[in-house]
T-cell receptor, first 115, second 116 residues
Framework: NAGVIQTPRHKVTGKGQEATLWCEPISGHSAVFWYRQTIVQGLEFLTYFRNQAPIDDSGMPKERFSAQMPNQSHSTLKIQSTQPQDSAVYLC?????????????FGEGSRLIVV | AQKVTQTQTSISVMEKTTVTMDCVYETQDSSYFLFWYKQTASGEIVFLIRQDSYKKENATVGHYSLNFQKPKSSIGLIITATQIEDSAVYFCAMREEDSSFSKLVFGQGTSLSVVP
């Protein structure tokens, strides 16, 4: 069975440009989560979807960051006007449902570098 | 608010020995779930083992086991017969039952080096 697939694995973008990251969750999983990982902050929750509907985006920076899930097989995280502090590894995870007892399974992440 | 703390930044052990990684957590909920994940050099985060707070028996999967001490809010990960390929960063994480949403909160991670 394929795990969570994230593309691109690496992306270098210039300051002020837009970056879009893609995630394909495990087939049959109804909950999709986005996390960001940096050396300083560690693993931070950004947002999550249940059955494609946005449920909680409390971890998302209010400006420039947006996430969508147009269908059950993929989600996108878009960062507009990227800044150096957006450099991080962005991780997508999915779980069978968003009930707390369910395990999250992570992709390999997308490393974003803003120069 | 929930919080997960891993105080060991890095550990180095000899191959084939046993290592324990510490994790303490804070929660107001009576029901919660604790997880350990491993992040490999490639960056992949792999689920290892979990403990449900209402279960008294410590979870065991392969050469991973947990030392769940609920009164101390502690969930240690024990790796027996360590192998070189166990070298990675290990994260402890928690989800609360009564949260309005089921966010998984992580500790800062412990880097494990297994040397020959």
């Amino acid at each position: 069975n394929a795990g969570v697939i994230q593309t691109p694995r690496h992306k270098v973008t210039g300051k002020g440009q837009e970056a879009t990251l893609w995630c394909e969750p495990i087939s049959g999983h109804s909950a999709v989560f986005w996390y960001r990982q940096t050396i300083v902050q560690g693993l931070e929750f950004l947002t999550y979807f249940r059955n494609q509907a946005p449920i909680d985006d409390s971890g998302m920076p209010k400006e420039r960051f947006s996430a969508q899930m147009p269908n059950q097989s993929h989600s996108t995280l878009k960062i507009q006007s990227t800044q150096p502090q957006d450099s991080a590894v962005y991780l997508c995870a999915s779980s069978f449902s968003d009930r707390v007892g369910n395990t999250l399974y992570f992709g390999e992440g997308s490393r974003l570098i803003v120069v | 608010a929930q919080k997960v703390t891993q105080t060991q930044t890095s550990i180095s052990v000899m191959e084939k020995t046993t290592v324990t990684m510490d994790c303490v957590y804070e929660t107001q909920d009576s029901s919660y779930f604790l997880f350990w994940y491993k992040q490999t050099a490639s960056g992949e985060i792999v689920f290892l083992i979990r403990q449900d707070s209402y279960k008294k028996e410590n979870a065991t999967v392969g050469h991973y086991s947990l030392n769940f001490q609920k009164p101390k809010s502690s969930i240690g990960l024990i790796i027996t017969a360590t192998q070189i390929e166990d070298s990675a960063v290990y994260f402890c994480a928690m989800r609360e039952e009564d949260s309005s949403f089921s966010k998984l909160v992580f500790g800062q991670g412990t880097s494990l080096s297994v040397v020959p």
